[in-house]
């Protein structure tokens, strides 16, 4: 931990990995965007999210080797791989954090308000802070649309778990 009193730790949420074991690109820029926040000391420790998917290895697997080979050392990472969804990055990554922690929550900035909305009904706070987009206009729409059908789900789900008995 830095100078700080609190510590900053970014969650980096999963996205697929490819047929050939390797990140999506979408995994690779979400997991530059974390190293670039750890290397310019804005955050103190890095989550990697996501289970297996469709291909293996697990989300969280691939991007810590990633981080690994652009230099973060092993102190300063967390691995969670086993979610599926946004809300279970959050719901294993925030298991793995000290509830003092500040979250940066990094993702796809058209997949951040769905994200930090389900991080908010969970109870927690975080900023959030997102890579520019380097997807075509007409994939960017695809993707806005996917959250705005997906944000309902993510907030009922995040506020069973808040409210669970």
Do not use: C, K, Y
Request: proline share 5%.
């Amino acid at each position: 931990m830095t100078a700080r009193n609190v510590e900053i730790i970014a969650i980096v949420l999963g996205a697929a990995v490819g047929p050939d074991g390797e990140a999506s690109p979408t995994l690779a820029l979400r997991t530059e965007h974390g190293v670039a926040l750890w290397r310019t000391g804005r955050v103190d420790r890095i989550v990697l999210t996501g289970g297996v998917g469709r291909h293996g290895p697990a989300e969280a697997v691939v991007a810590a080797r990633l981080a690994r080979a652009a230099g973060v050392p092993e102190a300063a990472l967390l691995i969670e791989d086993g979610s599926a969804t946004t809300f279970d990055n959050l719901r294993r990554a925030l298991d793995l954090i000290p509830r003092d922690a500040a979250i940066v929550l990094v993702s796809n900035r058209w997949h951040l308000p769905r994200a930090w909305l389900t991080l908010h009904l969970m109870g927690r706070r975080g900023r959030v802070s997102g890579p520019a987009g380097q997807a075509p206009w007409s994939g960017t729409v695809v993707m806005i649309l996917r959250e705005t059908l997906a944000t309902p789900l993510a907030a009922a789900r995040a506020l069973r778990w808040r409210f669970r008995s």
